[in-house]
């Protein structure tokens, strides 16, 4: 119980700094903080996407966020500086609410890491 609500209130921290920097304080949703993660990865935040670029910011945050779990590997960026990633391990069946759990925590680990949070 400990855990999940330190797990709430660096993920609240999250919402409130991101949302303040990104978004003028209205709150952002777990979709938008991946794309912003992948607009991170990705090195060039000042550019226009097409949607399916877009997906394609995304999939880079996913496996970001989900590589110290071994899910994902680095492997390369390609020649226009997207970088790719390898599967070692096929995600688990998790439900939605599951789903959505290992993402708040990939993310907070993410920004921990980023120094953003504490």
């Given amino acids: 119980m400990k855990k999940e609500k330190s797990l709430k209130v660096k993920w609240d921290e999250i919402i409130k700094i991101l949302s303040n920097k990104f978004n003028d304080g209205e709150n952002l949703d777990i ?6 993660i992948g607009l991170q990865e990705l090195g060039r935040i000042n550019l226009k996407f097409r949607k399916d670029q877009k997906i394609d910011l995304m999939h880079i945050a996913i496996c970001r966020l989900l ?3 071994g899910y994902y590997q680095f ?9 790719h990633y390898k599967v ?5 069946n998790l439900k939605s609410g599951e789903q959505t ?3 708040k925590e990939a993310i907070i680990n993410y920004f921990s890491q980023k120094q953003l949070i504490q």
């Fill in 67 to 69: 590589e110290p779990y």
């Fill in 31 to 36: 979709e938008a903080i991946i794309y912003l």
């Fill in 88 to 92: 070692l391990t096929k995600l688990p």
């Fill in 75 to 83: 492997n390369y960026t390609d020649k226009d500086g997207w970088p």
């Fill in 101 to 103: 759990l290992l993402m």
